[in-house]
DNA sequence: ATGCCCAAAAGTGCATGCAATCATGATGCC
DNA sequence: GGCATCATGATTGCATGCACTTTTGGGCAT
C-alpha cells in the first residue's frame, strides 16, 4: 500500500506546507498568478524562510508553482497548449489506470469510489470549490488503487494541474455530468469491461477538457498582459509595460 | 520552444547539482544505493549544504535520489514492481509521444534523431554507460520534439528511472538490437505511419523491459538486506541487522 | 574471543544573518 | 501634467551555526 502521501520526503514540516498549499490551490484559494512570498509562507506555517523555500521548491518541481529568479514565487498560470497537452497525457494515464482496474476491484474499494462519488453528489449545490476538490478526488482515489506509486503520484500532480486550468480558463463549473460520469465507471469497472471503462474515462476527460478549453482561446482574467497580447500593436516604453504588469498581478 | 532544462527552477546551482547527479546516475557512476551527503556535494560543487540538500529535494522529487529522515541521502532503489510499474508508463506516454509526432517531423528533426543513432552506433563497442546514456538521450529527444513541457518533464524523469533500473537488474546491456529498433522507429516517423510507430515503440520499450525485468526476481546485488529478505526465518538480534546493514551499504 | 553498551564523530534539521536583487514611491526634468 | 531617474524598503540567494539524531568504534562484562 506505498507510503500514503509520496511526497513528503525530507521531514514533514514541507510535506505539510505542501499539502496545505496544494489544497489551497486545488480549492482555488489561491488562483493562478497568487504570490507566495517565503516569509508570508513561513510565518504562517510556523517555520523559517528555508523550510517554506523547500516547500516551494517541491511544488515548483511538480509544476504547480513558479519560480522565477530573484522574484517571489507564484502559483503556476499554464497556458492555454500547456493545458491542452496536460489532459492529453492525463486521458493515456488514465485509460491506464481504469484498465488495470477493471474487474480487480474489491467490493470495499468499489464501495469507497461510490462513497466518494455520493460525497460529490452532496456536495453539488454547495461551493465550486469543494465539488472540484471532491472531483479531483475522485481520480486520485482511482490512482492510488492501482498502488503504482508512480502512477499515484504523476495521476495526482496532473489532476492539481488541470485544477489550475480549470479554474484559468473553466467557467462556473458545470460538475452536474461529471458525477454521472464517474457513477458509470465505476460500474463499467465493476463488470469488469476494460474496454468500456477505458471509453468512458476518455470520453469524461474529454468533456471536462472540453468544457474548459474548447471555444474559448480567451484565458479570461488573471494576466492582463496575456489578454492584451494579440492588441499590442503600439510599442509601449519600458514603464508604462512594468506599471501594467504590477496593475495585472495585485 | 519552452526552456531548455525544465528543472533548474531556484537559481542555477541547484539545477547544476542536479544535472550533474542525474548524469552521474544515468551513467551508473552512481549506482542505486549511493550515498550522497550534503556536505560532500556541497564541497564537491563548491556550495553550502543548503544548496546541496535543495538539489537532492527535487532529485528525490523526481524519484532519482531517496530521502530518510536524519539519515544520508541514498540513490534510490526502485524495487522490482516499481521498476514494471514505470516501465508501463513508459510505454503508454512513449506511444502518445510518436503518434503525435508521426509525419509531422521536418527533415531537420528527422536528421537529427538519426545523427543521435549514429552517435549510438559508434558508442557500441564502447563503455555500456555512454551506449546508455545515448540511447536514453534519443527517447528524450524524441519527447522535446513533442515541444510539451509536461511530456518532456515526465519522460526526461521515467527514462532516468529507468536507466536505475537497468543497473539494479540488467546485465550487459545488449544495445545491438536497441539501436536498429530507434533507426525503424525514426523511419516510421518520416513515414507517417502512426500505427506502426506506436507499435515499434511498444514493442521497443518492450523488449528493453524484458531483457531487464524478465526471468530475474534476483535483484543481484546492492542491497543484501534485500537479497537475503527470502531466508530471513530465523529472528536475529539488533546489533546483528545493523551490522549487516551497514556491509550492505558499504 | 564474543557480544553489549556507551561516548565521540559524523550527519542531518532548521533558523538566522548578510549580501544581492528587485519593487515602489518620491524627486526632478521636460 | 507626463515621463524618466533614483533612493528606500521588500524579498530572495546563500552560507553559517547550533541542536538533535544516527553512526561508529572502543571498552567492559561474559
Redesign the pocket.
Known sequence: MARDKAKDS?????GTICRALRRAIIEQALEPGAK????ALGERF??????A?HALGQLAAEGLVE?R?????VVATPSWQEARDTFDIRIELERLVVRQLAGRLSKAQLATLRAQVDQEEVARGGSDAVSIRLATEFHILLASMTESAIMIRYISEIAYRCCLTLSLFSRPHSSECAINEHRLLIDALESGDAEKAMSLMHHHLDSVAERALVAQAKPRGRDIMDILAPYADAPV????V?KRR?DAAE
Open positions: 525530507p521531514s514533514d514540516k514541507v507566495l512570498p517565503e516569509d510556523g517555520v523559517s524562510r528555508t523550510i523555500r519560480l529568479r530573484n522574484r517571489i514565487a516604453t519600458r514603464s508604462a512594468r504590477l
